[in-house]
């Protein structure tokens, strides 16, 4: 059976410009997606490194050939390791994800990801939909702070446990780092 | 220009089953549901009413033949309005729905659901993504409490507060009921 593929999403230095505001789990998002491909390169289990190439013009920084581009130190593949680039939210949509996922056997998807509630809920959401078993890396993710239609803005914290628990036992399991590691095995 | 469809996600009878504990905007997320529907029936504007067939046996109150998996009065189709039957949460995997939008020149999809973070914010997020401009009727969906991973209890009136909050401005105008009958026109 295949072993488990770990899909790093959006772990790009952009997330580090002001204009985006606090962070939560900062910087312990990053360094755990550290831990999380130290173990998985040293199980030799796949790795899929996907990034968010922006194309409007209020967010620059994600724009390809901008510092906010290039994937954190944290976060930088190896020579060999796939990368897939990706226009929406959704790591599933506008790539050959899924093709790549099914043409390896692939059951089991790990997800680690910037920003918890966006890109990494919607990935996880269509990647559960789809079929895949998926785990999702709570600890390993991070958000900011969001403001709702009528004005009331959510702190970076409660936004993430919130989304959290909206896709726990619902389209993934929500678990740790160290879960992670201890189910590779 | 194609006016805008109408997507009326889960508005089933099941939700009224004790199982599922206390939701939020009861009863006025279906009452606002029947006034949308009156509103584009009137406009003769695009109605796609989209179900859920439940297949976990853990689940029996949305399988096929079982009383929930009934429309509730205020969402029951009309002679000659289409019905899509769905098995996961988002509405555009496993149907043939994208197909059917594009098919007809839809540029706006607006959506109300039950439940607000799980089939709701899972089918904007992917209209939304798949380019459509998307409406979320936010006074037009409920939800359930939530336990995140560790066991921690979220109401359901914050976890729909935070869902439309993450996906406001990103995937989708979160609007209200009066707002989305008025941009009908």
């Known amino acids: 059976m ?12 952009a997330w580090d410009d002001p204009a985006f505001g606090q962070r939560n789990n900062d910087p312990s998002a990053e360094e755990n997606v550290a831990r999380l ?6 199980a030799e289990a796949p790795i899929i490194h996907v990034r968010h190439r922006e194309t409007d013009p209020d967010w620059p920084m994600l724009h390809e050939g901008n510092p906010g ?4 130190d944290e976060a930088v593949p190896k020579e060999g390791e796939l990368v897939i680039t990706k226009e929406v939210n959704s790591a599933f949509i506008g790539t050959d994800l899924e093709e790549r ?24 959401r269509m990647s559960g ?11 390993a993710c991070s ?12 702190p970076a914290e409660l936004i993430h446990r919130t989304a959290l628990a909206s896709v726990h036992g619902e389209f993934a399991d929500v ?8 189910r590779l095995g």
Chains 1, 2 share one sequence.
């Open 101 to 124: 996922l099914r043409s390896t056997g692939t059951t089991t998807v790990v997800v680690a990801a910037f920003t918890t509630d966006h890109c990494g809920s919607t990935t996880v």
């Open 129 to 139: 939909n789809l079929g895949f078993e998926t785990w999702y890396v709570g600890d």
């Open 2 to 13: 295949a072993k488990p593929t770990l899909l790093v999403v959006d772990v790009q230095k």
């Open 175 to 182: 678990i740790t780092t160290d879960e992670a590691i201890n």
């Open 143 to 154: 958000t900011f702070d969001r403001e709702g239609p009528d004005g009331e803005v959510f």
């Open 69 to 72: 581009f290039e994937f954190m």
């Open 37 to 42: 491909l130290q173990a998985w390169r040293t």
